[in-house]
């Protein structure tokens, strides 16, 4: 179920469904915005600020059903990640959500609403946010309104680390493989059944990335897909004494018994060059030893 694709004049909203972010990321969001011929509303409690978070369960629960609920609405732009996301979603009234389907763009956090919105049949964006825009790529910008205006889009890329050659294709779904493997066995997981998954993550010790693997093996993930795009996994930490794996190896002894195309080092996730993904939609994926691209239909 692809959202309605964007045209000049269409309404975006900005809302923070988690941390809080300050004025100046939002402000120079809406200008980036509207040099698109887009109109940007900024949702009423976005600026505001609860402890860590942006507001109360109940201001962030407020602003994401209003602009769920507002026909008027085309796009809903979170505006950072965090952590405060899975505290909405049971809270929210998807109804009119599936009568009137609107894109929702992040990434980090915002893979929750990816998640869910994969269970239910929905398309969504994996994308920059205004925390970053100031310092995104042209391309991670240029990538995100060309999904929005076009529905679709051609990635190629060289990799560093060498590749599980193949061709296949399916709906990409994914996102940050911390938050993912915490929805495994919920109701907000989706079927993985030959879709293509993509994954990325900050910070996390190498040997938290093994344990999500485990996860994502021993829950079947691993079994039904059909391809695995790795993208940005910055800020990694090893232990003392070292872990003894490299993320690579980590991913790939996780694959000994699975003959399916491995794609490294896609340009999104936490990067400044953080390139956009059109979940819920079908896709190619052509992986050589040092390049992969992925071709929407």
């Avoid at 994401?64 to 950072?80: F, G, M, P, S, Y």
């Avoid at 911390?178 to 996390?204: C, R, S, W």
């Amino acid at each position: 179920m692809l959202p309605q694709l964007l045209k000049k004049g269409d309404i975006v909203v900005i809302l923070a469904p988690a941390k809080g972010i300050e004025k100046d990321f939002i402000d120079f969001a809406v200008e980036t915005i509207e040099k698109k011929g887009l109109k940007a509303l900024v949702s009423q409690n976005c600026l505001g600020q609860h402890n860590y978070f942006s507001g109360t369960i109940k201001e962030r629960v407020e602003d994401l059903q209003w602009a769920i609920n507002n026909e008027d609405v085309k796009a809903i732009l979170c505006a950072r990640g965090g952590y405060g996301c899975i505290q909405l979603l049971d809270r929210i009234n998807w109804a009119d959500f599936l009568d009137h389907p609107k894109w929702i763009i992040g990434f980090s956090d915002v893979t929750v609403f990816h998640q869910h919105l994969a269970s239910i049949g929905a398309s969504s964006l994996h994308a920059s946010m205004p925390l970053n825009f100031k310092s995104n790529s042209e391309l991670a910008l240029s990538s995100m309104f060309e999904c929005l205006e076009t529905g679709t889009i051609e990635h190629e890329w060289e990799t560093k680390c060498q590749n599980i050659t193949g061709s296949t294709q399916g709906e990409v779904v994914g996102g940050n493989l911390a938050v993912l493997a915490g929805l495994i066995g919920t109701k907000h997981m989706p079927d993985y059944q030959n879709k293509l998954l993509f994954l990325e993550d900050v910070g996390e010790h190498l040997y938290a990335i093994d344990r999500y693997f485990y996860q994502l093996s021993k829950s079947g993930v691993l079994d039904q897909i059909r391809g695995l795009i790795v993208g940005g996994f910055s800020g990694m930490k090893d232990t003392d004494p070292p872990y003894g794996s490299d993320l690579q190896t980590i991913i790939k002894t996780h694959f000994t018994y699975h003959a399916i195309p491995i794609a490294f080092d896609f340009p999104g996730g936490h990067l400044d060059d953080n390139r956009a993904l059109i979940f819920g939609k079908n896709a190619k994926l052509n992986v050589k030893e040092g390049s992969a691209e992925l071709i929407y239909d």
